[in-house]
Nanobody, 121 residues
Framework: QVQLVESGGGLVQAGGSLRLSCAASRRTFGSYVMGWFRQAPGEEREFVAAFTISWNGGSSSYADSVKGRFTISGDNAKNTVYLQMNALKPEDTGVYYC????????????WGPGTQVTVSS
């Protein structure tokens, strides 16, 4: 079992930045894929970014809509994954969820409660 807790959401003007954090209850590095998803009002939850953590770094992937603006990263010592969000747009508004899955799994098994991000125009 992995418990996840997000933090760092809030209200920001368009063009601004926020950094979201996701603290895991146990070590996930090397065996889990960590992801960020978001859900706007009335919309389905969508993939934002994912980070596979290894002892010598990691690899990341992004949705086309956030490439070049968002960066996902991890801190081994803190069992924490971050999502740095720059050049925010109103369409980035939504509840952001942290998720984890074992590297061999096809779907994400563990989810945080979410944190609200609101970008005003």
């Amino acid at each position: 079992q992995v418990q996840l807790v997000e933090s760092g959401g809030g209200l920001v003007q368009a063009g601004g930045s926020l950094r979201l954090s996701c603290a895991a209850s146990r070590r996930t590095f090397g065996s889990y894929v960590m992801g960020w998803f978001r859900q706007a009002p009335g919309e389905e939850r969508e993939f934002v970014a994912a980070f596979t953590i290894s002892w010598n770094g990691g690899s990341s992937s992004y949705a086309d809509s956030v490439k070049g603006r968002f960066t996902i990263s991890g801190d081994n010592a803190k069992n924490t994954v971050y999502l740095q969000m720059n050049a925010l747009k109103p369409e980035d508004t939504g509840v952001y969820y942290c998720a984890a899955k074992k590297s061999s799994a096809t779907s994400y098994d563990y989810w945080g409660p979410g944190t609200q991000v609101t970008v005003s125009s």
